[in-house]
């Protein structure tokens, strides 16, 4: 049996009190360095984006560079998934010109 202190209540409670608080103190802890994990990730997607900035090209060469560009991918996509990273990369690379040609003006 439990010893008793003055005010009625047993010691062995009392000694999980502090290690409730630990725990309790740690997990907000845990929590912080998460939080900032997930905020730096978003950063390095947001980062890792292609800029895509006014193209100094005319159409005509822009148009050209994506007929290559989609060659490639064609022959790439007779040995490998549209998942290949370097099919994956020939995407980015399209987006960012076809983003081009729509911001030349007509």
Same mark, same amino acid.
């Given at each position: 049996?439990?010893?008793q202190d003055h005010h ?38 947001? !980062?890792?984006? +292609?800029? $895509?900035?006014?193209?100094? @090209? ?10 290559? =560009? #989609? ?10 998934? !549209?998942?290949? +990273?370097? $099919?994956?990369?020939?995407? @980015? ?5 076809r983003q081009q040609l729509?911001? =030349? #003006?007509?």
């Amino acid at each position: 049996m439990a010893k008793q202190d003055h005010h009625g209540t047993s010691q062995r409670r009392l000694r999980f009190i502090p290690l409730f608080l630990l725990l309790a103190g740690c997990a907000a802890q845990v929590a912080v360095p998460n939080t900032i994990a997930g905020q730096a990730a978003t950063e390095q997607r947001r !980062e890792s984006r +292609p800029h $895509v900035y006014p193209p100094y @090209r005319s159409r005509e060469q822009i148009q050209a560079q994506i007929s290559q =560009l #989609e060659e490639a991918r064609d022959k790439l996509l007779l040995d490998y998934t !549209e998942q290949y +990273p370097a $099919v994956r990369k020939l995407d @980015r690379e399209l987006g960012t010109l076809r983003q081009q040609l729509r911001m =030349l #003006e007509p």
